[in-house]
């Protein structure tokens, strides 16, 4: 039987249930907590709220979620265990690196940076750094990473963003390990995606176009849905810039063209994020763990999306992406 890795070990793909394939526990600024912890508080409370928020997530029938905090946005995997022990819960945690532009000043000077310098083709130390975190585990944690995570945002394929998303490719390519991909649909980055992914041979099938449900322009996302991809509709109850029906809608009208089977449903929620500035979240008031079950769901069965739908995109399609681990 396949497995993922969770933070609490193995589990069998067939045991996953309902998923949400982009959720956070916290996304954090790791220089400013450490130096500045001020807002964040006691450690303990942290925890025992996360607790409480993944404990009601998996009262609604969720089995799973899909951490795709990586280098970039505070990763902490002993901050992750402590609360995985606490809830009847799987959490599948991330490797990768997220930035819509450069890479962290820690790789300025190391792998490609020195081909010039050296005369010779340099690796790449991300590569081996995301393999260990998939193959060996994550800082002594023994917590293996189960995906792998980069980023394009709406300042496109940048130097820096095309490098990670090659090293995340070569990963991948090496340990048969799933991808998602933070992207800017407005800007149709998606696009970009598969001209780099294709260049190094990784089936689109194994790939999540993270946030494709912030675009309406279905005709889009149906040529990326036919191309391999599957499409994350993982923001519901960010509407700033949006609403609830546009982000139900798109999702109504592509399981109308056929591509439940190609879409996963999330929230993109945390139980603390650090980049918002307080009282921001009162604006918000949908964005938390269980707005898919409690207001969601209820209004794609009412126009129209099947039972049968709504399985397959938060169980079968999860499972699948999951299943094919073995090395290329």
């Not at 650090?274 to 918000?284: C, K, S, T, Y």
């Amino acid at each position: 039987m396949p497995q993922v890795q969770t933070v609490k070990g193995p589990v069998d793909t067939a045991e996953l249930g309902q998923t949400l394939m982009h959720e956070h526990v916290f996304v954090l600024t790791a220089d400013v907590q450490q130096n500045h912890p001020e807002e964040w508080g006691s450690e303990d409370d942290r925890v025992a709220d996360a607790v409480q928020k993944l404990s009601k997530l998996a009262g609604v029938g969720v089995r799973t979620i899909v951490d795709p905090t990586v280098i970039g946005l505070g990763r902490y995997i002993p901050r992750i265990q402590r609360i995985a022990e606490q809830v009847d819960l799987n959490i599948v945690v991330a490797t990768g690196c997220y930035t819509y532009d450069d890479v962290p000043f820690f790789f300025h000077h190391r792998g490609p940076a020195l081909n010039e310098a050296l005369g010779a083709e340099v690796p790449d130390p991300m590569v081996d750094m995301f393999v260990g975190d998939i193959t060996d585990g994550i800082a002594g944690t023994g917590v293996r990473a189960g995906l792998l995570k980069c980023a394009i945002d709406h300042k496109g394929l940048t130097s820096g963003v095309e490098r990670i998303m090659r090293a995340v490719a070569k990963a991948h390519r090496a340990t048969g390990t799933p991808i998602t991909v933070h992207t800017h649909p407005g800007s149709q980055q998606g696009l970009a995606v598969r001209k780099v992914f294709e260049d190094e041979g990784v089936d689109p099938r194994r790939v999540v176009l993270g946030h494709s449900g912030d675009s309406t322009d279905a005709d889009h996302l149906t040529e990326l849905a036919e191309a391999g991809f599957v499409l994350g509709m993982d923001r519901f109850g960010i509407n700033l810039d949006t609403t609830f029906e546009a982000r139900a809608d798109v999702v109504v009208e592509m399981c109308r063209r056929g591509f439940a089977g190609q879409m996963v449903l999330s929230q993109d929620a945390s139980c603390y994020i650090d980049w918002l500035a307080p009282g921001v979240m009162d604006l918000l008031p949908q964005w938390h763990y269980t707005h898919i079950h409690e207001d969601v769901l209820p209004y794609l069965r009412e126009h129209g999306v099947t039972e049968e739908q709504i399985t397959t995109m938060l169980v079968d399609v999860p499972r699948r992406y999951f299943e094919d681990t073995g090395t290329y």
